[in-house]
């Protein structure tokens, strides 16, 4: 069964830091493509960073320089590494990877909060 569960969330002050982890079952791992996206309460998800099977990567610009996303293909595993974080960045961060088929799997996502 392919499946996503994310980790690592958590309430920080800003100015703070949290690394996600979205471990991954049941997929070709090393083929998959991986991003994390953010919803915030009554707002669109939206991309936040992504990467591609050769490590490439890109952000949305309101994350270039605080955030870093990484993958351990040994551990079948994507980061999402968030450093001053600000209170904007409160949201509910969901993992999704596109597969060597072209399917998109979706984590349940984990809450992340920063107060001012």
């Not at 499946?3 to 949290?18: F, P, R």
């Not at 471990?23 to 919803?39: C, D, H, K, N, P």
């Amino acid at each position: 069964q392919e499946q996503l569960v994310e980790s690592g969330g958590g309430l920080v002050q800003a100015g703070g830091s949290l690394r996600l982890s979205c471990v991954a079952s049941g997929i070709r791992f090393t083929f998959a493509t991986f991003a994390w996206y953010r919803q915030a309460p009554g707002m669109s998800r939206e991309l936040v960073a992504g990467i591609n099977r050769g490590g490439t990567t890109n952000y949305t610009d309101s994350v270039k320089g605080r955030f870093a996303i990484s993958r351990d293909n040994a551990k079948m595993t994507v980061y999402l590494e968030m450093n001053s974080l600000k209170p904007e960045d409160t949201a509910i961060y969901y993992c999704r990877a596109q597969t060597v088929f072209g399917n998109h799997i979706w984590g349940q996502g984990t809450q992340v909060t920063v107060s001012s």
